[in-house]
């Protein structure tokens, strides 16, 4: 997967589902827990994500993670190269399989 894949598929479960843990968002995009940390402090670091503490009911701390204005402008920008990788794997997943018939 290509690292901007990664980062737009994080961007984008964060901006619906902000309260996710670090676990539950890589059990739920298949990563590493360190590939997940990983990332999340390079958006941190990039000023594209935000992450602010609150209070849970149980008197423990959580987070929330909150997309700033120029990570939603990157989503975006990231959302139009993901479509457009996967319109060409796709493409080329639709001819190998025309001449994989071709040959039977």
Known sequence: MHKSD???LVLKKLEKHPHLTQRELS??????LGKTNYVINALIDKGWLKLNNFKRSDNKLGYIYLLTPVG?????ILAQKFLR???EEYNRLREEIEKLKDEL
Do not use: F
């Not at 059990?27 to 590493?32: D, I, P, Q």
């Not at 939603?72 to 975006?76: A, G, L």
């Open 6 to 8: 990664t980062e737009y």
């Open 27 to 32: 059990k739920e995009l298949g990563l590493s």
């Open 72 to 76: 939603i402008s990157e989503k975006t």
């Open 85 to 87: 990788r996967k319109s």
